[in-house]
């Protein structure tokens, strides 16, 4: 099985960027449909964007979608989510989630994501 790994979080200053980085322990993360999710303080955990196995299907929520991408690298075993002009209400521990192998489209339903990393804490400053 795949156990997904997050990195990459922190402390920014409003409009500031980071990138969060999904690598896997086990199976490669290269061959599974992944996904950033997010969780702010008492808030319920949210699909963020998505990414086929392949990298050709991807899906971003349309709250953040002039700002994040997500992408990944398969031979290099990582799915990154860029994040740019961050802003105060980004703040949340940030998921990265294993969903089907092999699959051709961004998958966004949480019920399908099997596998979930620990996840990583960004803070956006004011």
């Known amino acids: 099985q795949v156990q997904p790994v997050e990195s990459g979080g922190g402390l920014v200053q409003t409009g500031g960027s980071l990138r969060l980085s999904c690598t896997a322990s086990g199976r490669p993360i290269g061959s599974y449909a992944t996904g950033w999710f997010r969780q702010g303080p008492g808030k319920e955990r949210e699909l963020v964007a998505a990414?086929?196995?392949?990298?050709?299907?991807?899906y971003t929520v349309d709250s953040v979608k002039d700002r994040f991408t997500i992408s990944r690298d398969n031979p290099e075993n990582v799915v990154y989510l860029q994040m740019n002009s961050l802003k105060p209400e980004d703040t949340a521990v940030y998921y990265c989630?294993?969903?089907?192998?092999?699959?051709?489209?961004?998958?966004?339903?949480?019920?399908?994501?099997?596998?979930w990393g620990r996840g990583t804490q960004v803070t956006v400053s004011s």
């Open positions: 989630a294993a969903g089907p192998r092999w699959s051709s489209i961004a998958v966004i339903r949480v019920d399908d994501y099997e596998y």
């Open positions: 990414i086929s196995s392949n990298g050709l299907s991807i």
